[in-house]
């Protein structure tokens, strides 16, 4: 993607072919209907092919560039025949090629036709031949379409896309430097930092104008939002940054964003342009229509109103989810491409963190097609691992792809049987192993065969939905992508991950592939940035962290003191109470006991946390039994977003009742009860993952890896969740409440060291 470039007086602004002319040259609607493309490596490896089948002459990648009106256009050419004096840029694709959307041929011309008046200028060549070369994969066949031009219609049409694009490019460039103006002399927006607000900015500050990375763990009510996203800001003209990407685990986490970004431009000339970035299913004003302009009526005509919905969108400025969709409907445009769309051209943008870290992650790749250099800031770090881990997981199931078979065309019908025998060969093995016929079983390495047939079938119905695009049913495109992503993940299996197979009967067997070390996937992400902050209130112990998620070696650690005092928390330790598994049934009664005594002592509001919803039960069954007249109310299993809303109302200031909650669950973290609202928590387990044949294998991999398998596995991802429940009850320096840990195991040495130090035991 474009960045503009201040040098002295002159503002030169680059941008790329490819980027020119999807802003100059696209036209009609949005197509986003079922087209089987080809991936990155097979596109990569078409265009190898192609350009093996040229002449010795051949130049394959040629960089060509040119500067017109302080416009710099730059860009490599698929390939050049000197001999033949022609042009070429190849596209990968799969099936019938009159399929193909004319808007998407016309780009593909606009963009050939630059790189040849660009040749032309370079070469000084009075004409060139042109040709489209469409590959397909499947049959590795060139459809080539060719035309010759002179030199001076390329230059013409060159000329005609950069005035198109130099009006935006200088307007780019005067908001870089109105905005990096404003940024040098950003102030704090409030009269005095909070107690740690300004020991955390000052990290912030410094990692990111030495390029590193920084860990942080800052505690809650000191304001860490405003103490990151200011220090970064003020950083970015003086590291040059072109973006600042704001990402968060939850939706909460960026409304906080938003309402800083707010509070920081609030005394200022607003010179920020701040991008949400939501999720489709939240964005998509028609769930129910595909999404083309046959079916949806704000991707018909989509990119002929574009640029009046773009232009909209910088003179607003500030593009939360509301004000995105305002003006998208206005210009009858779909908000949640708009919003892909202005990504490219915000100061900040606000979202979750798969935009940066998925293997497909729309920020990261806008960033690495740009260069952009980019600063993180990363809410709730503690989360990441886990996140990852999902990121980079994938599995497949034998009853969907054998019910696929049933209704299958003929095309279908064989790689569909192949797979099926290899289901059943996978089954039988593992038979001989263990006559249960339930049965989890860790696998030593990949099923090859299995993977191999999955392989063809994922490439039969591509082949198959190529030719017949009508036949693209919501089944079928979710089987493929099921598979593909699977497929996708064999092809980098190693000791970061684990293979798997569930019986859940016969027939129903799930392969998987599970992440366990996410650090192999992220470093790359992460050193793509030119720095990243990961913050949270629990963020120990940092070499977990630093291992897990691959931080780089020069990584800084910093701990902000907390601004809570001793007195403010009372926290004590149930050693008389052992919630280990054999211990279950009778740590009941003085579980019970200790809650219903610690309410008469001081009634207000209490959560009471367990480690599964069946512990959670039989506690609030004899609960409500023993103590009726205290109120009580519990977590249930998949809780609507309605009933979680319902939950948390109860939890008035002045009122009174007892909270049964799952740790880790949605009331273990995220949530903000101030004052009286809440005024203690009990929590009933040490957070420990359950003892299985995965988690063991988990536990010998990390030990394996990094010599630490029982803490990394248990104890550390445990205790995290205890204090991150633990730190509902003080959310400001006003509030006082009681932690009641209930497990003599709290008082361990291994697992003290992992509470919070201001913490008095």
């Known amino acids: 993607m474009p ?78 025949d000197p001999a033949a004096n022609c042009l070429e840029e190849v596209k990968t694709h799969r099936g019938d090629l009159s399929r193909m959307a004319q808007n998407q041929r016309a ?81 704090f927006p409030h009269a005095r930092f909070r107690p740690g607000q300004r020991e955390l900015a000052e990290d912030v500050y410094r990692a990111v104008s030495t390029e590193r990375c920084l860990l942080a763990q800052a505690p809650t009510g000191i304001g860490k939002t405003l103490a990151t996203l200011f220090p970064m800001l003020t950083a970015v003209p003086r590291k040059r940054l072109d973006r600042v990407a704001f990402l968060t685990m939850k939706t909460p986490g960026r409304r906080l964003a938003l309402d800083a970004l707010q509070t920081l431009q609030a005394s200022s000339a607003k010179p920020l342009r701040v991008v949400e970035l939501v999720a489709r299913s ?59 769309e202005m990504a490219r051209w915000a100061d900040v943008v606000v979202g979750d963190v798969n935009h940066w870290f998925d293997a497909h992650a729309l920020l990261h790749g806008l960033a690495a097609v740009g ?28 009853m969907r792809f054998n019910r696929a078979k049933k209704a299958a065309p003929a095309a279908l019908k064989k790689p569909l049987e192949q797979l099926g025998r290899q289901w059943k060969t996978l089954s039988d093995k593992e038979s001989e192993k263990n006559t249960e016929p339930e049965r989890y079983q860790l696998l030593e390495e990949l099923p090859g065969k299995l993977v191999g047939a999955l392989y063809k079938v994922t490439s039969a119905i591509t082949e198959y939905l190529g030719e017949h695009p009508e036949a693209a049913s919501l ?50 992400r992460l050193a ?33 003191d907390s601004p809570f005092a001793a007195h403010q928390l009372r926290v004590t330790i149930a050693r008389h109470i052992s919630t280990r598994y054999r211990d279950r049934e009778r740590s009941i009664a003085p579980i019970v006991d200790t809650i219903a005594r610690q309410y008469r002592e001081m009634p207000g509001h209490y959560l009471a946390f367990f480690s599964s919803f069946a512990y959670l039960e039989a506690a609030f069954a004899r609960f409500q039994t023993e103590w009726p007249e205290i109120p009580a109310f519990a977590q249930t299993r998949a809780m609507a977003e309605a009933e979680r809303e319902a939950f948390l109302a109860r939890f008035t200031p002045g009122g009174r009742g007892v909270g049964f909650a799952v740790l880790g669950g949605a009331f273990g973290e995220g949530v903000d009860l101030p004052g009286d609202r809440l005024i203690g928590a009990f ?3 040490l957070g420990l993952a359950p003892f299985n044949a995965f988690n063991e294998a988990l536990k010998a991999r990390l030990e394996t890896r990094f010599g630490e398998g029982e803490a990394y596995t248990y ?38 060291k992992l509470l919070p130090s201001w913490w008095a035991l």
């Open 107 to 187: 780009l593909h011309w606009a963009q050939v036709k630059v790189y040849g008046a660009l040749l032309c200028a370079e070469r000084a060549l009075a004409r060139v031949t042109l040709s489209l070369v469409y590959f397909e994969i499947n049959s590795q066949k060139e459809t080539r379409l060719s035309e010759t031009f002179e030199a001076f219609e390329l230059q013409a049409f060159f000329h005609e896309q950069c005035r198109r694009f130099i009006a935006w490019a200088r307007q780019e460039a005067a908001h870089r430097e109105a905005r990096d103006t404003a940024l040098a002399i950003l102030a």
């Open 371 to 398: 260069d952009w250099r980019v600063g993180l800031l990363i809410d709730e770090a503690h989360n990441l691992v886990e996140r990852a881990r999902g990121m980079y997981s994938a599995e497949v199931s034998q």
């Open 282 to 340: 939240k964005a998509c004003e028609y769930p129910e229509r595909a999404c083309h302009g046959e079916a949806c009526p704000l991707a018909a005509g989509f990119y002929d109103r574009l640029p009046e919905a773009r232009a909209a969108c910088v003179a607003r400025g500030f593009l939360d989810r509301a004000g995105l969709r305002d003006v998208a409907l206005e210009h009858a445009v779909c908000p949640y491409y708009l919003g892909q």
């Open 475 to 524: 089944e079928l495109q979710e089987l493929l992508f099921e598979a593909l992503a699977f497929c996708r993940l064999a092809e980098t299996f190693g000791e970061h991950s684990l293979c798997d197979v569930t019986r859940h009967g016969r027939g129903r067997a799930v392969l998987g592939i599970r992440n366990v070390i996410p650090a192999d996937f992220l470093t790359p």
């Open 3 to 80: 960045r503009a470039l201040a040098i002295g007086a002159v503002n030169e602004y680059r941008v790329a072919v490819r980027a020119l002319c999807e802003f100059t040259a696209r036209r009609g609607d949005l197509d986003y209907r079922f087209t089987p493309a080809p991936s990155a490596q097979e596109g990569i490896a078409g265009h190898t092919l192609v350009a093996s089948r040229r002449g010795e002459d051949y130049l394959a990648e040629l960089p060509l560039s040119a500067t017109f009106e302080g416009l710099k256009i730059t860009g490599r050419a698929d390939g050049y």
């Open 715 to 752: 104890r550390i991802p445990g205790m995290i969740k205890v204090v991150q429940a633990a730190g509902r009850v003080i959310r400001s320096p006003e509030d006082e409440g009681v932690v009641v840990l209930m497990d003599d195991r709290f008082d361990q040495p291994a697992n003290r």
């Open 528 to 560: 793509r940035a030119q720095s990243a902050v990961l913050f949270s209130a629990t963020l120990t112990p940092p070499r977990y962290y630093r291992d897990l998620l691959g931080l780089p070696a020069n990584t800084v650690w910093r701990e902000v």
């Open 683 to 685: 929590i009933a387990t």
